[in-house]
Structures are given as structure tokens and as C-alpha cells.
């Protein structure tokens, strides 16, 4: 472990957490991390506020500028062209050579293309990376009319940042309901209602055929499956991402859609690992898995396995545990744990709840045999990883997480308290008699400082 360089391609939630980690156990060890998108790390999800003026790019980075040289981080900002494996050496586009021992690749994703005619016009992008938020706030300058395809979590995002400078935009969905190859029917109609109510022209069942564009290069109009054709000056394409490996291609290492791993993460090539958006396991870790998990949470928890790795005699295998996931649809949010499919199969079952609302619901799915719980989808409504963790993982019943539905609430004060209303609800349904146990004011407040 003495001395050892070890060169992070990639400044996200993967490669960052991986340099900490490593840094907290190895204190000699040269630790070199490279981008071409930013110096220093920041927050990706935060990229819509900065370009709908909540926050400015400064208020994105976790951690002070003096931290990276307090702990000894050493940050290039650089796009690497080429990998010279059997050197060892990185070869930057300026014609820089970097030297590694170590080599751990976190680069990332990038915006997913499907070959549209027009797709390379002006005023058609995606939406990733620090580079495509400023080439938006280009695009979208006095723009009229804008059209966004693909109804995802960027493609969601996109829509409110437009609307945030009164944009009028219209949501090409190709599927039936927003997001529905995710959300089960009741979940995803729930969402359709709610973007149409901030005034976004969502057209379902609707897919995108060309883009137009002027003599200048620059799109003019889009053209639907259906004929339609949509004026407008910005095309946002946010149909998926995609792993960040084009600069690797041909290099000898092994990959498919992302660079191929095993368990620990490490690729063909000795002493060269990947995480992240990038990593694409050879086996599932699990049955529940993807080989691929473009997700901040993963990210963060390959960063974390990898650096104990590194780091320790006691070598691991990623374990994820039970998945989970969050987003944001305007102003509703999302939560997931566990296995809720967008169709039941034929030994699940689920108890599904809405206020009369329509802003918040709750499914939590079960096995129709054994009763054990399975997974859960929240809208409009926060609970706690933890308590899910446990339940998934201990294989609790769907009438043991009922009847501790209280404890799963992580709204803030003086919320509704809708876990009341939903027991009442399945209590009703299944002829059940469960109650929330009573706690003292003495452990509620012991509780409360843990």
C-alpha cells in the first residue's frame, strides 16, 4: 500500500466517495482525480436549480474548494483521450501522459441518441453533464416553444426547468402513461394528471419521427408518428443515458454497454477497476438487480465497497442490499423500495391507497401465499430508508409493516398523518383488526434524540 498512485477517471458521487474513502485508510497513497467537466465535484441532481435560479453553481459543491488539498486529493481537470493499458498511462487531448498504479474508472454517463434525423441540429441536446446545462441556458435564449422527448426522470426534470422562464413546452411520451415501463397504471395516470396541471402539453402514446431545421442548422419544428408537426426553437432529447466508455473502445478493455466487472469491480486489465454509471457486472449481484444501475445511490455505495477494497486485507463483494430509489415530479415527490414492477406477476399482490387528492399514494406489494412484504412506491409522501431496509430484509409480513406504518413516516411536522388513514383503509379491505402500538411521551422523546 505504500506509496501507491492511484488515478480516478471521473469527479462524480462514484469516483469522489471512492477517493474519501480510500484517503480515510490510506494516508501515504498519491491520489490524482480527473475531469473535463468541472475541478471540482458537485451535485448533479442540483443542475436543474442552478438553470431555474434557486441556486448558483458554487451552492452545488459539497465540500469547500480547500478540502481536496487539506486531505491531500490532488484534482486535474482534463479530458483523457486514450488509455494505454499495458503502460499504465493516461494520455491526455493536450498529448499529457499520466502515470497510474492503480487505475479506477468512474466516467460516467452520457445522453442516449437514437439516430432521429435531425438529431445533431442546433437547439437539440440532452441533458447530463455541467457542459450540456451551459449549452442549454445557449439554446434557450428567447426561445418561444420548446419540445421534449422521452418521458423519464430527465425528461420531467427538463419540462420544469423550462417552465420555470414561462416556455411553453409540449412532452412527447411515447408509452401509454407517463413513465409507465416503471410506475404501475395507477402511480403513472396520478403523474399524467399532475404535469398537465403545470400547464405542460403532455401527448402520450406519441413518438418523435424527424426534427426540421433551418438553412442556419438550427431546429425549426419536430414531426410526430402521427403527422403532427410541432414548431419550436429547442428539442430536449432525454430518452435514457448511456456508460461514458467511447475513449476506451478499442483499447483491449473488455466491455458491452459499459465496462465489464465481476463482483469487486475489477475489469480484464490488472490493477483497473470500474464503478459507477460506467460498470456493467458480468453476473447479477442479485436477482432483483441490473447488470447496469445508472443511480446516485449505487453510485455512492460502488465508491464505498471499492475503496474498502483498496484499502483491506478483507476483500468483499458489492452486496446492494434491497433496492431503493427517489426522484422528484415537480413539485410531488417519489420513493421506492424493494420490487414494485409496473405489472403484477402472478404471485404478488398489492394494497393500493390515494388520498382523494390525487397528490399522495402508497402501494406496497406482498407474496400472495406467504404474505411477506416485497416493496413499496410513494408519492407525495417521505419515509424512512431505514425502516424498509429492516422490513425487506428481515422478510416482515405485509401485517407487520402495517402495523408499523407509523414508524415509516418521515414527513416533517405537522403533516398529515396519512399512515392513519391508509391502516384504516387495508383494515377495512382484508377484515384485519391491526392498531399501531401506543408509545409513551417518555420514549417518544428518547426516541426523538437517538
Same mark, same amino acid.
Given at each position: 500500500?505504500?506509496?501507491?498512485?492511484?488515478?480516478?477517471?471521473?469527479?462524480?458521487?462514484?469516483? @469522489?466517495?471512492?477517493?474519501?474513502?480510500?484517503?480515510?485508510?490510506?494516508?501515504?497513497?498519491?491520489?490524482? #482525480?480527473?475531469?473535463?467537466?468541472?475541478?471540482?465535484?458537485?451535485?448533479?441532481?442540483?443542475?436543474?436549480?442552478?438553470?431555474?435560479?434557486?441556486?448558483?453553481?458554487?451552492?452545488?459543491?459539497?465540500?469547500?474548494?480547500?478540502?481536496?488539498?487539506?486531505?491531500?486529493?490532488?484534482?486535474?481537470?482534463?479530458?483523457?483521450?486514450? #488509455?494505454?493499458?499495458?503502460?499504465?498511462?493516461?494520455?491526455?487531448?493536450?498529448?499529457?501522459?499520466?502515470?497510474?498504479?492503480?487505475?479506477?474508472?468512474?466516467?460516467?454517463?452520457?445522453?442516449?441518441?437514437?439516430?432521429?434525423?435531425?438529431?445533431?441540429?442546433?437547439?437539440?441536446?440532452?441533458?447530463?453533464?455541467?457542459?450540456?446545462?451551459?449549452?442549454?441556458?445557449?439554446?434557450?435564449?428567447?426561445?418561444?416553444?420548446? /419540445?421534449?422527448?422521452?418521458?423519464?426522470?430527465?425528461?420531467?426534470?427538463?419540462?420544469?426547468?423550462?417552465?420555470?422562464?414561462? /416556455?411553453?413546452?409540449?412532452?412527447?411520451?411515447?408509452?401509454?402513461?407517463?413513465?409507465?415501463?416503471?410506475?404501475?397504471?395507477?402511480?403513472?395516470?396520478?403523474?399524467?394528471?399532475? @404535469?398537465?396541471?403545470?400547464?405542460?402539453?403532455?401527448?402520450?402514446?406519441?413518438?418523435?419521427?424527424?426534427?426540421?431545421?433551418?438553412?442556419?442548422?438550427?431546429?425549426?419544428?419536430?414531426?410526430?408518428?402521427?403527422?403532427?408537426?410541432?414548431?419550436?426553437?429547442?428539442?430536449?432529447?432525454?430518452?435514457g443515458v448511456v456508460p461514458n466508455i467511447g475513449f476506451l473502445i478499442g483499447s483491449g478493455l473488455e466491455t458491452s454497454k459499459g465496462i465489464l466487472i465481476d463482483h469487486f469491480f475489477r475489469t480484464n486489465m490488472p490493477n483497473v477497476y470500474a464503478i459507477g454509471?460506467?460498470?456493467?457486472?458480468?453476473?447479477?449481484?442479485?436477482?432483483?438487480?441490473?447488470?447496469?444501475?445508472?443511480?446516485?445511490?449505487?453510485?455512492?455505495?460502488?465508491?464505498?465497497?471499492?475503496?474498502?477494497?483498496?484499502?483491506?486485507?478483507?476483500?468483499?463483494?458489492?452486496?446492494?442490499?434491497?433496492?431503493?430509489?427517489?426522484?422528484?415530479?415537480?413539485?410531488?415527490?417519489?420513493?421506492?423500495?424493494?420490487?414494485?414492477?409496473?405489472?403484477?406477476?402472478?404471485?404478488?399482490?398489492?394494497?393500493?391507497?390515494?388520498?382523494?387528492?390525487?397528490?399522495?399514494?402508497?402501494?406496497?406489494?406482498?407474496?400472495?401465499?406467504?404474505? #411477506?412484504?416485497?416493496?413499496?412506491?410513494?408519492?407525495?409522501?417521505?419515509?424512512?430508508?431505514?425502516?424498509?431496509?429492516?422490513?425487506?430484509?428481515?422478510?416482515?409480513?405485509?401485517?407487520?409493516?402495517?402495523?408499523?406504518?407509523?414508524?415509516?413516516?418521515?414527513?416533517?411536522?405537522?403533516?398529515?398523518?396519512?399512515?392513519?388513514?391508509?391502516?384504516?383503509?387495508?383494515?377495512?379491505?382484508?377484515?384485519?383488526?391491526?392498531?399501531?402500538?401506543?408509545?409513551?411521551?417518555?420514549?417518544?422523546?428518547?426516541?426523538?434524540?437517538?
Amino acid at each position: 500500500m505504500n506509496n501507491r498512485k492511484i488515478v480516478i477517471i471521473g469527479n462524480g458521487i462514484s469516483g @469522489i466517495t471512492c477517493a474519501r474513502n480510500i484517503r480515510k485508510k490510506d494516508k501515504e497513497a498519491e491520489i490524482l #482525480v480527473i475531469s473535463g467537466e468541472t475541478e471540482h465535484f458537485f451535485s448533479r441532481t442540483a443542475l436543474m436549480y442552478i438553470y431555474m435560479g434557486h441556486m448558483k453553481y458554487e451552492h452545488t459543491k459539497p465540500y469547500e474548494d480547500w478540502f481536496w488539498e487539506k486531505n491531500r486529493i490532488k484534482l486535474l481537470k482534463a479530458w483523457i483521450e486514450f #488509455v494505454d493499458f499495458p503502460k499504465k498511462q493516461l494520455i491526455c487531448q493536450e498529448g499529457k501522459a499520466i502515470s497510474y498504479d492503480i487505475l479506477i474508472l468512474a466516467t460516467g454517463s452520457r445522453p442516449n441518441k437514437i439516430g432521429w434525423p435531425g438529431q445533431d441540429l442546433k437547439g437539440v441536446q440532452g441533458l447530463y453533464s455541467f457542459q450540456d446545462l451551459e449549452l442549454m441556458e445557449e439554446n434557450t435564449k428567447g426561445i418561444k416553444k420548446a /419540445v421534449i422527448v422521452g418521458g423519464g426522470l430527465i425528461g420531467i426534470e427538463m419540462a420544469e426547468m423550462l417552465r420555470s422562464r414561462n /416556455v411553453p413546452v409540449t412532452f412527447l411520451v411515447r408509452e401509454r402513461n407517463f413513465w409507465d415501463n416503471v410506475l404501475p397504471e395507477e402511480e403513472a395516470k396520478m403523474i399524467n394528471k399532475h @404535469i398537465l396541471e403545470h400547464e405542460i402539453d403532455l401527448q402520450l402514446d406519441t413518438q418523435l419521427d424527424e426534427i426540421i431545421g433551418d438553412d442556419e442548422g438550427r431546429v425549426t419544428a419536430v414531426v410526430t408518428n402521427k403527422g403532427k408537426k410541432i414548431n419550436c426553437e429547442f428539442v430536449g432529447l432525454t430518452v435514457g443515458v448511456v456508460p461514458n466508455i467511447g475513449f476506451l473502445i478499442g483499447s483491449g478493455l473488455e466491455t458491452s454497454k459499459g465496462i465489464l466487472i465481476d463482483h469487486f469491480f475489477r475489469t480484464n486489465m490488472p490493477n483497473v477497476y470500474a464503478i459507477g454509471d460506467c460498470a456493467e457486472f458480468r453476473e447479477l449481484v442479485a436477482e432483483d438487480r441490473k447488470n447496469i444501475e445508472q443511480v446516485w445511490y449505487t453510485g455512492r455505495m460502488h465508491g464505498e465497497t471499492l475503496a474498502h477494497n483498496l484499502t483491506s486485507q478483507n476483500q468483499v463483494p458489492y452486496m446492494p442490499g434491497p433496492w431503493f430509489n427517489s426522484a422528484k415530479f415537480l413539485d410531488i415527490e417519489y420513493q421506492t423500495y424493494g420490487q414494485v414492477p409496473p405489472k403484477q406477476d402472478s404471485y404478488t399482490d398489492s394494497f393500493f391507497w390515494n388520498d382523494a387528492k390525487g397528490k399522495v399514494s402508497i402501494r406496497l406489494n406482498y407474496n400472495k401465499d406467504s404474505n #411477506v412484504f416485497m416493496g413499496v412506491n410513494a408519492l407525495g409522501w417521505r419515509l424512512r430508508h431505514d425502516f424498509f431496509d429492516r422490513a425487506l430484509t428481515e422478510k416482515w409480513t405485509i401485517d407487520q409493516v402495517m402495523g408499523n406504518l407509523d414508524k415509516a413516516s418521515f414527513n416533517p411536522e405537522f403533516y398529515k398523518p396519512y399512515y392513519q388513514a391508509v391502516l384504516k383503509d387495508y383494515n377495512s379491505l382484508k377484515g384485519n383488526n391491526i392498531q399501531f402500538k401506543k408509545v409513551s411521551l417518555f420514549r417518544k422523546l428518547i426516541g426523538s434524540r437517538a
